[in-house]
């Protein structure tokens, strides 16, 4: 099956630990991003990797880091200086500049 | 910055009707626009991408329409049945490095 996983769907974290989540994807596609979704607003851009060791910040990088060094694998790690890591997490990749196709999502709690 | 808007924020119609959602952005210089849907708890599937140079794309029982002057995209669904209700999106990629800008959807629900 081609396709984007993310692992796992739902996620449980005591505050002050750091969490990695994984998004893998056998399309063959150069650029991945990572995503968070709040109830009530749009997705908004974490970090995307355009080409493999190479990364950027999005709009909310803040209290994420992120890692390149496959094609095939993102993870994405939120550290315990996110303020407000309770979110759902999208993970996307992309072929070009098109259609950029997502993931499962996962869905993290912290308490 | 970017700001899209999606109104209304939900939506329910009977089976059969056509309807229209609606998007607007704030910045006209945009490089494409593109309309998903999501489902609960899941990820997104794109249904329609409109280049900055189309004024519409269409899939199926879906047209979506582009007018950049007025910053305002159309998402049609004719014929709407009960698997058509979900949470559409519309992205607009201001940049051409594929920097989306998301609206907060318009959730539709298709009454049986």
């Known amino acids: 099956d081609g396709g984007i996983t993310q692992s796992p769907k739902y996620l449980f974290r005591k505050e002050g630990q750091n969490v990695t989540l994984s998004c893998e994807q056998n399309?063959?596609?150069?650029?991945m991003y990572w995503y968070r979704q709040d109830p009530g607003q749009g997705l908004r851009l974490i970090y995307y990797?355009?080409?493999?060791?190479?990364?950027q910040k999005g709009d909310i990088a803040e209290g994420y880091s992120v890692s390149r060094e496959k094609k095939e694998s993102f993870p994405l790690t939120v550290t315990s200086a996110q303020k407000n890591p309770t979110a759902f997490y999208l993970c996307?990749?992309?072929?070009?500049?098109?259609?950029?196709?997502f993931g499962p999502g996962t869905r993290l709690t912290v308490t | 910055k970017q700001e899209v808007t999606q109104i209304p924020a939900a939506l329910s119609v009977p089976e059969g009707e056509n309807l229209v959602l609606n998007c607007s952005f704030t910045?006209?210089?945009?490089?494409?626009l593109q309309w998903f849907r999501q489902d609960p708890g899941k990820g997104l599937t794109s249904l329609l991408l409109?280049?900055?140079?189309?004024r519409e794309q269409t899939s199926g029982r879906l047209n979506a329409s582009l007018d950049k002057s007025s910053g305002r995209s159309t998402l049609y669904i004719a014929a709407s049945q009960p698997g058509d209700s979900a949470t559409y999106l519309c992205?607009?990629?201001?940049?051409?490095?594929?920097?989306?800008?998301f609206g907060t959807g318009t959730r539709l629900t298709v009454i049986p």
């Open positions: 990797s355009q080409i493999v060791n190479d990364f």
């Open positions: 992205a607009v990629d201001q940049t051409g490095a594929n920097n989306l800008f």
């Open positions: 910045d006209s210089a945009i490089y494409n």
């Open positions: 996307a990749s992309s072929p070009d500049s098109y259609e950029q196709y």
């Open positions: 399309l063959n596609h150069d650029a």
């Open positions: 409109i280049q900055s140079s189309q």
